[in-house]
């Protein structure tokens, strides 16, 4: 129904950036909210942000509030991470979901989700 394409995972040094894009194709009416989780060994995925296609001010977990910021080109549905200062602890799979619920943070309230990328920051 809905297709979500990660990419710009990679390899950076601690204190760097990077900057993950997630596009969205298929039948994308049906998507209100859009996420960004992470996902390490031995942890269930966690929420890192949300934000609406459509106003509202995006949600972020604390542990990545004044680092990360999510943002969006709806010409082009596609949904961005913007990850500065980027630390160890960063290290994980990152996923991007879509949600047709206006108000959604967790894993089972997301109906779609990509693949996945890598990210690994070094120290």
């Known amino acids: 129904q809905v297709q979500l394409v990660e990419s710009g995972g990679g390899l950076v040094q601690a204190g760097g950036s990077l900057r993950l894009s997630c596009a969205a194709f298929?039948?994308?009416?049906?998507?209100?909210?859009m996420a960004w989780f992470r996902q390490t060994p031995g942890k269930e995925r966690e929420a890192i942000a949300v934000?609406?296609?459509?106003?509202?001010?995006?949600w972020y977990a604390d542990f990545v509030k004044g680092r990360f910021t999510i943002s969006r080109d709806n010409r082009k549905n596609t949904v961005y991470l913007q990850m500065n200062s980027l630390k160890p602890e960063d290290t994980a799979v990152y996923y991007c979901?879509?949600?047709?619920?206006?108000?959604?943070?967790?894993?089972?309230?997301?109906?779609?989700w990509g693949q996945g990328t890598q990210v690994t920051v070094s120290s």
């Open positions: 979901a879509s949600s047709r619920l206006g108000l959604a943070y967790t894993h089972r309230q997301f109906d779609y």
């Open positions: 298929g039948h994308t009416y049906s998507s209100v909210a």
């Open positions: 934000i609406r296609w459509e106003g509202r001010t995006p």
